[in-house]
């Protein structure tokens, strides 16, 4: 990470102190669950028991992949033994036969899509485990499915952004669909509205996401001259500050620091920018507000980890 900015073992102990606190943290939890009867009336550890923790499902898969990358990066430190021991007694082939029941019953074709399956699938990634292999299957095929009849990318700043989630599943299992589809949606726009960024609760940036997603699909000279188009001028963009870190909403735009760092840097050419919002979105990695602790974690470990 630039500007010196590099995780030790301490900073990857606290990071990994938030998740091990969440992922069997039941609530208060934020749940999106579509109900067809009395019966589908259940808590979130009968409904979803290798994900029921941290608030919310999308947010215990990817406190699940902090867990397994901050494990194997630093593999004797004194948090690595209890993280190990957390991702086997929550992935077990009975519980993940149960998500994917889960995924399978009436009425669920939309849940956690995009954001929390293209989690899902980094997680499959990290792990590489074959008792995960039979939900990666299914995240995949349900991912690809929405991809293919999807008819226009959703560019929001939130959790149904479309280049974000497109980005995670290329880095993890990268595919013919996966590269065409970021063409398809992408490859034409010019000149972003950055200035209009962000809205109130974004943790992502539209513009950034989907120059993030295509620097993976173009050549690097092909890349240099659509991002010449797309996004000519960045020099008013800034770190931004939350009016409320308690809140789950307004929390949103520590993560929006964190992204931005991540997806300028990858991008390339943008050190300085990359540096201020890393530094202004770690800042606010303090655990002091369940809201954000269950979540800021996972945008940190990966700001500053490399991909695998």
């Given at each position: ?189 010019r000149n972003a509205p950055v200035d209009y960024e962000p809205s109130g609760e974004d943790f992502l940036s539209p513009s950034l996401a989907e120059a993030d ?96």
């Amino acid at each position: 990470m630039q500007a010196g900015i590099r995780l030790t073992e301490e900073l990857a102990a606290r990071f990994a102190r938030l998740a091990l606190d969440c992922v069997t943290r039941e609530y208060p939890n934020k749940i999106a669950h579509t109900m067809q009867s009395d019966a589908d009336a259940l808590p979130p550890r009968i409904l979803t028991p290798a994900f029921y923790g941290c608030y919310d499902w999308h947010s215990a898969v990817h406190g699940h992949w902090l867990l397994a990358r901050l494990s194997r990066m630093f593999p004797d430190a004194e948090f690595a033994a209890e993280a190990r021991a957390a991702l086997a007694r929550n992935i077990t082939e009975e519980n993940i036969a149960a998500e994917v029941r889960y995924f399978e019953d009436e009425g669920r074709a939309a849940f956690e899509r995009p954001y929390g399956l293209a989690w899902l699938l980094t997680l499959a990634s990290e792990v590489r485990s074959e008792v995960l292999r039979p939900l990666e299957k299914t995240v995949l095929e349900r991912f690809s499915t929405w991809l293919e009849k999807l008819s226009y990318p959703v560019r929001s700043g939130e959790h149904s952004n479309t280049a974000f989630a497109l980005g995670l599943a290329l880095d993890s299992h990268r595919c013919e669909l996966f590269e065409r589809r970021a063409r398809d949606f992408y490859l034409n726009d010019r000149n972003a509205p950055v200035d209009y960024e962000p809205s109130g609760e974004d943790f992502l940036s539209p513009s950034l996401a989907e120059a993030d997603v295509m620097r993976r699909v173009l050549p690097p000279s092909e890349f240099s001259e659509w991002f010449a188009r797309f996004l000519p001028d960045l020099s008013r963009l800034r770190p931004v500050v939350s009016p409320d870190p308690s809140d789950p909403k307004f929390s949103h735009l520590d993560g929006l620091n964190l992204s931005r760092a991540w997806m300028l840097r990858e991008i390339g050419g943008q050190d300085e920018l990359a540096s201020l919002h890393a530094q202004a979105g770690l800042a606010a990695v303090t655990g002091q507000h369940y809201e954000g602790a269950h979540w800021l974690a996972t945008f940190a470990v990966y700001l500053l980890t490399p991909a695998r």
